[in-house]
C-alpha cells in the first residue's frame, strides 16, 4: 500500500475541483515530521493562497471540504496559517496491516505491502565505473554502493533495470602501463603477481609524470604569477597616497589581500619546491628524473599508439587487462555487487569516428582550432569532441555509449552515477545529446560529494595517495571482527562458532561502509570513520542489523513457528500507542521506496530504516511480546515482530546489505 500516493491523488482531485491547475500542488503531501501534527501533513493551502490571492486558512478549510478521505483518515484538521494535518484511521491501518503482515492475497512474502509501479520504466544504470590498471580506491565506494542500492530499489518497484559498468580500459593510463613496462618492469613480479607490479609501474610513471609537470609547467606558472603579483603590488604602494580616506582605505584593503596572495603563492611554490627535491634525493626515483625527462609525451605516445592499432601495445593491452579485471571483480565479489554489462570505453573504439563525422554532418560540430567541437549556448568551454591531433576523448566515447544504449536497449531513462567534478562533462553531454535527436530518453547526473578524512579533507592515506578499497574494507571487518568476539564473549555462554563470528564480521564490516556512504544525503561530502559507522547505536548498519537480530531472538526465544504465524487471519490489535506508531512505520515503507526511485536518493531509505528500527525499539519497550496479556495480544504483537524483521531485512538488502541472525 503506497498511503502518501493515495493521499496525493486525492488531493489532486481535491485540488483541480478548486481550482484548474492546482493539482501540481498535491506533491506538497508529506509524511509529518512530528506525530503532534498527524500522520501526514499537507502544506498545500499557503502557495495557492498567494497565487489565489484568498487567505490560505479559507483553502484550507475548502480544500478539506473538497477531500474525499472519509475511509482513510479522520476528519482533517487545519493548524496554524493553513496545514491539513491527517490522521490514518486506526481501523484503516489495522486492516490494511493485516494483509500485509500475511501477505494472504498476494502470495509473495517478500512483497511487504510493497505496490510495484503502475508505469514500469527501462533504465540504464552507469556506475562504479573505474579506471583500470590503478587499484580501485576510496573514491570508487560512492558510485559502486549508491548505484547498486539504486538498481535494487528500482528493480524492486518493477521497473527494467540494466547496469552496465563503463570501466575506464583505454585512457592514458594504459599508455602509463605499457611505458612503465617497457622502461621499468620485472618480468618475475608480472608472472607472480601481475596486477601488484602494474600497479607499481603505473605508480612509479605517475611519479615521474609528476615531478617533470611539476618541474616544467606548473612550478613556471606559479613563478610568473608571483611576479606579475609582485608587481601589481608595487604600484598599489603609490596609490596608497590617495587624498580621500575612503579610497586610501579601499586601496589599503586591496594591498592587504594581494599580499596574502603572495603569501600563498610563495608557500604553494616552497611546497612544489619540497616536493621536487623529495624526488630527487629520492634513491629510487632521483636516478631515473633525468633519464625521463619526456615522459608526459612519451605516455601520449603510447596512448595514441594503442589507439591507433600499434601491434605491440595492443599486445600488452590484451595481457594486462584480464588481470587488471580479475581484480575489480575480487572487489566486487566481496561486495555483493553485479553488473549486466561492463561495457568498457575500448568497446567503442571503432565508433568514435563514425560519431565525429555523423555530428559534423549535421552542423552540430565544427571545426575550430583545429579541434571538432559543439558549441553550446551559455558555455564559455565548447564540447570537444575531437582533438588537434585528431584523438577522440571521453566526451567523444560517452556519445557513442549513448547511441549504442539508445539502439541496443531504447531505455527511458539513462542514469549515471558519478562525481560531482563531473557535471560540468555531464551537462554538455546531455544538451549534445538532445540536439542529437534523442530527446525522450531521461538523462540524469546522479552526482555525490567527496569521501573526506577525519581532518576534513580528501581521505588519503599518510604517504598522500589514495586509499586502495581492498585495505579499507579489510580493516573495516577486523574492526567487525573486534566487536562481534567482545559481544559473544560477553554472554554467559558464547554462542558463536569460529566460523559464524567471520562471517558476521564481513556482513558487519562491509554493511557498515555501504550504509554509511548511503546514510549520507549523496550530494553531500562525508567524514569517513570506522568509529561513527561501527557504533551499534545511531543511524547505522550495526544497529540495523543489531535490531534485526533483536527482533527474530523473539522467535527462537518463544519457539514460535514463523510460517504459521504468517498464516493466522486474525484482525491485528493496534491498541497501544507504540503499537499504532510501530504500524504506521511498517505502511510507510513502499512510499519510502518510490521516494528514493524519484530522486535517486537512498539516503531516504537509510532514514526511514532508523525510524522503523526506533519505532520497534519503542514498541518493545512498552508492549511486552512474549508475555502479552493473552493470546490474541501475543499472536498480534509477534506478527508486528516479523513484520519489522522481514522489513529491516529487505530495506538492508535493497542497500546492498546483509543481516546478521545473532548479534
Ligand atoms: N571512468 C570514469 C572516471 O573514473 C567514470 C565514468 C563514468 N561514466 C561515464 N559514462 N562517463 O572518472
Known amino acids: 500500500m503506497n498511503v502518501l500516493a493515495d493521499l496525493r491523488r486525492r488531493f489532486r482531485a481535491a485540488l483541480e475541483s478548486l481550482d484548474a491547475g492546482a493539482g501540481e500542488v498535491a506533491d506538497m503531501v508529506l509524511p509529518s515530521k512530528d506525530p503532534k501534527f498527524g500522520d501526514y501533513q499537507a502544506n498545500c493551502a499557503m502557495p495557492l493562497g498567494k497565487r489565489l490571492g484568498r487567505p490560505p486558512r479559507e483553502i484550507a478549510q475548502e480544500l478539506v471540504d473538497r477531500l474525499e478521505v472519509a475511509d482513510l483518515c479522520e476528519p482533517p484538521e487545519i493548524a496554524g496559517p493553513g496545514f491539513i494535518n491527517l490522521r490514518i484511521r486506526d481501523d484503516w491501518l489495522r486492516d490494511q496491516l493485516t494483509q500485509i503482515v500475511g501477505d494472504p492475497n498476494q502470495g509473495d512474502p517478500d512483497r511487504l505491502g510493497i505496490v510495484p509501479t503502475e508505469e514500469p520504466k527501462t533504465y540504464v544504470l552507469d556506475f562504479s565505473s573505474p579506471n583500470v590498471a590503478k587499484p580501485m580506491h576510496v573514491g570508487h565506494i560512492r558510485s559502486t554502493v549508491i548505484g547498486d542500492a539504486l538498481c535494487r530499489v528500482l528493480r524492486q518497484l518493477g521497473h527494467r533495470v540494466i547496469s552496465d559498468n563503463h570501466i575506464g580500459d583505454w585512457g592514458t593510463q594504459f599508455g602509463m602501463i605499457i611505458y612503465g613496462y617497457k622502461h621499468f618492469a620485472d618480468p618475475q613480479a608480472i608472472a607472480t603477481d601481475a596486477v601488484g607490479e602494474l600497479s607499481r609501474l603505473y605508480q612509479r610513471v605517475n611519479q615521474l609524470v609528476d615531478y617533470h609537470a611539476t618541474r616544467e609547467q606548473k612550478t613556471p606558472a606559479i613563478e610568473q604569477q608571483i611576479v606579475e603579483l609582485a608587481a601589481r603590488l608595487e604600484q598599489m604602494h603609490d596609490a596608497t597616497e590617495l587624498e580621500n580616506p575612503k579610497d586610501r582605505k579601499k586601496a589599503d584593503k586591496r594591498q592587504r589581500q594581494s599580499e596574502g596572495q603572495l603569501v600563498d603563492l610563495r608557500a604553494t611554490l616552497d611546497n612544489l619546491r619540497n616536493q621536487m627535491a623529495a624526488a630527487e634525493n629520492d634513491p629510487e626515483l632521483g636516478p631515473l628524473l633525468s633519464q625521463h625527462a619526456d615522459i608526459g609525451t612519451a605516455v601520449l605516445a603510447e596512448t595514441a599508439a594503442l589507439h591507433a592499432g600499434d601491434p605491440t601495445n595492443q599486445a600488452l593491452w590484451d595481457q594486462f587487462l584480464p588481470a587488471c579485471l580479475a581484480s575489480i571483480d575480487e572487489t566486487y565479489d566481496r561486495l555483493h555487487v553485479t553488473f549486466d554489462h561492463s561495457l568498457g570505453e575500448s568497446f567503442y573504439h571503432d565508433r568514435l569516428a563514425g560519431v565525429v563525422e555523423e555530428l559534423v554532418e549535421r552542423d552540430l560540430a565544427r571545426e575550430s582550432e583545429g579541434a571538432i567541437c559543439v558549441f553550446l549556448e551559455n558555455d564559455d568551454a565548447p564540447f570537444i569532441i575531437r582533438k588537434k591531433d585528431g584523438a577522440f576523448l571521453y566526451a567523444t566515447t560517452d556519445l557513442a555509449t549513448v547511441q549504442y544504449r539508445m539502439a541496443e536497449w531504447t531505455p527511458d531513462a539513462i542514469i549515471y552515477v558519478v562525481d560531482h567534478r563531473q557535471s560540468f562533462h555531464f551537462k554538455q553531454l546531455f544538451e549534445t545529446v538532445k540536439l542529437w535527436g534523442y530527446e525522450g530518453v531521461q538523462l540524469e547526473h546522479v552526482s555525490f560529494g567527496t569521501v573526506l578524512g577525519e581532518d576534513g579533507r580528501p581521505y588519503k592515506t599518510r604517504s598522500g595517495t589514495a586509499v586502495g578499497l581492498t585495505g579499507l574494507l579489510d580493516e573495516a571487518v577486523e574492526r567487525a571482527l573486534k566487536i562481534v568476539c567482545d559481544n559473544d564473549n560477553a554472554r554467559d555462554v558464547p554462542l558463536l562458532s569460529e566460523e559464524q563470528r567471520q562471517s558476521n564480521a564481513e556482513r558487519i564490516g562491509i554493511g557498515a561502509i555501504k550504509y554509511a556512504d548511503l546514510a549520507h544525503n549523496r550530494t553531500s561530502d562525508y567524514v569517513f570513520s570506522y568509529d561513527k559507522m561501527l557504533a551499534m547505536n545511531g543511524n547505522t548498519a550495526a544497529y ?120
Open 544 to 663: 540495523m542489523q543489531y535490531s534485526y537480530a533483536r527482533v527474530r531472538s523473539i522467535f527462537g526465544k518463544g519457539d514460535i513457528d514463523v510460517d504459521s504465524l504468517r498464516k493466522s487471519d486474525a484482525k491485528l490489535q493496534l491498541d497501544h500507542p507504540s503499537e499504532r506508531a510501530l504500524a504506521l512505520a511498517l505502511l510507510q515503507f513502499s512510499e519510502t521506496l518510490e521516494r528514493v526511485a524519484t530522486d535517486f536518493r537512498p539516503n531516504h531509505l537509510t532514514a526511514y530504516l532508523f525510524e522503523l528500527a526506533s519505532a520497534y525499539s519503542r514498541f518493545f519497550e512498552n508492549c511486552p511480546v512474549l508475555k502479552a496479556e493473552d493470546d490474541q495480544q501475543r499472536n498480534s504483537r509477534l506478527r508486528l515482530c516479523d513484520l519489522t524483521a522481514r522489513t529491516l531485512a529487505k530495506g538492508l538488502d535493497l542497500l546492498g546489505i546483509q543481516v546478521v541472525e545473532r548479534m
